[in-house]
């Protein structure tokens, strides 16, 4: 069945970089995700990349991922207090959608 | 409304009444989904809607839930006979078709006392 694991916590110094990770289990994965929740907000989408892709960029955000182990990793780059949250990795199965399959999240927290 | 619409932001009932739960989606948006978020549960998926119609109901957790949606908009999750465990904040989200950007709401926290 579909899984998505990814570590719970992650505690960092402002300034410094960040590393979430997450392991899935399904590789016909199509599109993997990651989505940020600010304490008492709902999530928003941060950033994707396609299964055929092995790196993408945006701004602070790198995603790296290894489809050989189904490993997904986000760096955030120069963390900033205003980035702590739960980042949540999410995958699908297919371009029509059907439904996101989520991890648990992991709670990034920034100390100044 | 520019966003997912939840309502009520907060419920608290006693265990063993029935309970609603709104979602109104983004106008236009026409794939619906209902998780449910628990500490230490991470998003649990609970149903979609393509339209009107729910083509995967697998993740409701008994038969005490269930959710509809009509005019291709608004839904309602409803909990019958709520227990301690339906305790969570359960979120709705949207999409244009069936598409991985989802848009969340901030969700409706139930607590069954």
């Known amino acids: 069945g579909e899984d998505v694991e990814q570590s719970l916590f992650l505690s960092v110094r402002e300034g410094d970089s960040s590393v979430i990770n997450c392991t899935y289990t399904d590789s016909s994965s199509t599109y993997l995700y990651w989505y940020k929740q600010e304490p008492g907000a709902g999530l928003q989408l941060l950033t994707y990349?396609?299964?055929?892709?092995d790196m993408k960029q945006d701004q602070r955000l790198t995603v790296l991922l290894n489809k050989k182990d189904k490993h997904l990793s986000l760096r955030i780059a120069d963390t900033q207090t205003g980035d702590s949250a739960i980042y949540f990795c999410?995958?699908?199965?297919?371009?029509?959608?059907?439904?996101?399959?989520f991890g648990k999240g992991t709670t990034l927290s920034v100390s100044s | 409304g520019a966003g997912v619409s939840q309502s009520p932001s907060n419920k608290v009932t006693e265990k063993g009444k029935d309970v609603e739960l709104r979602c109104d989606p983004i106008?236009?948006?026409?794939?619906l989904y209902w998780y449910r978020q628990s500490l230490g549960q991470g998003l649990e998926f609970l149903i979609y809607f393509q339209g009107n119609s729910a083509p995967d109901k697998s993740g409701l957790p008994s038969d005490r839930f269930s959710a509809e949606r009509t005019g291709g908009s608004v839904s309602t999750l409803t909990i019958q006979r709520t227990q301690q465990e339906d305790s969570a904040v359960y979120l709705c989200?949207?999409?244009?078709?069936?598409?991985?950007?989802?848009?969340f709401g901030e969700g409706s926290r139930l607590t069954v006392l």
């Open positions: 989200a949207s999409s244009f078709l069936l598409s991985g950007e989802l848009f």
């Open positions: 990349i396609f299964s055929n892709m």
């Open positions: 999410a995958e699908s199965m297919d371009q029509a959608g059907t439904a996101l399959i």
């Open positions: 106008s236009g948006h026409t794939a």
